[in-house]
């Protein structure tokens, strides 16, 4: 059974150090770093969407890219979530592998064109990748 109040107290950690983190980078006067660190995980999913509309992306990239949103959409996890950085460690890890897969099936340029975010973002995404 699920202890509902550790699962509340988890999540209210995770996410006051992800706020202090946030305003910190603002406080040292890096607000453009904190503005692309809170838009990264929608930049990644309008990146996909974009992705699989691509007709120049092959039938089986864009099955990988369908099953990793199906993936973080589900409330099923490898770790769950609610497992301060861990949790979303996995996730990570299953977004940077399919990215990985893109980017050596020759279209990291359809994935720099297709970012919605910041170049720097991108750039980030693609060492990690």
Do not use: E
């Amino acid at each position: 059974m699920i202890d509902w109040t550790l699962l509340a107290i988890s999540a209210a950690v995770a996410l006051g150090l992800y706020t202090a983190g946030m305003a910190m980078l603002v406080v040292v006067g890096r607000r453009a770093d904190a503005a692309a660190m809170a838009l990264f995980v929608p930049d990644c999913l309008v990146l996909f969407r974009r992705l699989l509309g691509d007709a120049r992306i092959p039938r089986w990239r864009k099955l990988l890219v369908a099953a990793v949103l199906v993936y973080l959409a589900t409330p099923i996890d490898l770790v769950p979530d609610f497992i301060p950085v861990v949790g979303a460690l996995d996730d990570a890890i299953i977004v940077a592998i399919a990215l990985r897969a893109l980017i050596r099936g020759g279209h990291a340029s359809l994935v720099r064109s297709h970012w919605p975010g910041p170049a720097r973002s991108v750039d980030a995404l693609m060492r990690i990748a």
